[in-house]
């Protein structure tokens, strides 16, 4: 049942994340289409991986980490375009602050481990890590259509936050993975978010919260020397 209830999330954050980033993004219907067929690509690739137990494998390196790394290089080779790049950052800033809103749901994470299907430090960190992101996200939300340097430098606490959660989270993932040459605690580890539907939120959904904060971060810069909302 908790495995049921972990896809019905997962697709349904993929969907709503996926929808709400290529709908505010300037750009041609051309290239959202473009854009979201490469993305459906990539959550098929994901799933396939998962079903072919491929994110298992952990040496030399573990696989699952290599599905959290290519999105955020493809996204770091695609601001070397002009017009990529200001897609990119012409995304609303409430609009990437609310989708950080349902991270609360890490909560499912406490559940695994009580169903011993996850442990070592992993689930608590990306549990608690996720949940107070999600939950001051919503204040932030506010913050985020007003200008004023205190807003800026509250937004930019809450998002160094957010990602040190997720980079946290990955660094413990990957110390918990099953014959990882980096393991360093016992099994389970981290072994359920190498099945799906677990899986689906190191391969899409970390990288995709990842590229928002980093988007974040850049605009807070602009917005700190221009003195104007980022919307």
Known sequence: ????IGMVITAALMVLVVNALITFMDVSRTSKLT???????????????????????????????????????AAAVATAWPAARKAMLG??????????IPRVFGALFLVLAAQGRLSGPFPY???????????????????AQAVGARNVAVI????????ADLVLAIA???????GSPLQLFAA????????????????????????????????????????????
């Open 172 to 178: 413990f993932g990957v110390a918990s993975a099953e």
């Open 35 to 73: 854009l979201a067929t490469l993305i459906g690509l990539w959550i098929g690739l994901a799933a396939a991986a998962a079903g072919a137990g491929m994110l298992t494998i952990s040496r030399p390196v573990p696989v699952v980490g290599l599905f959290v790394a290519a999105p955020l290089l």
């Open 156 to 163: 930019a606490a809450w998002n160094a936050f957010g990602t």
């Open 91 to 100: 995304v609303p800033m409430s609009v990437m602050v609310g989708l950080n």
């Open 188 to 231: 389970p580890g981290s072994e359920a978010m190498q099945q799906a539907p677990w899986s689906f939120v190191p391969t899409v959904l970390v990288p995709i919260w990842l590229i928002l904060h980093a988007i974040i971060g850049v605009q807070l810069v602009r917005r700190a020397r221009l003195g104007r909302p980022s919307g």
């Open 1 to 4: 049942m908790l495995d049921f």
């Open 125 to 143: 960190s990306a549990a608690w890590g996720d949940i107070i992101t999600g939950v001051l996200a919503v204040p932030v939300l506010w913050l």
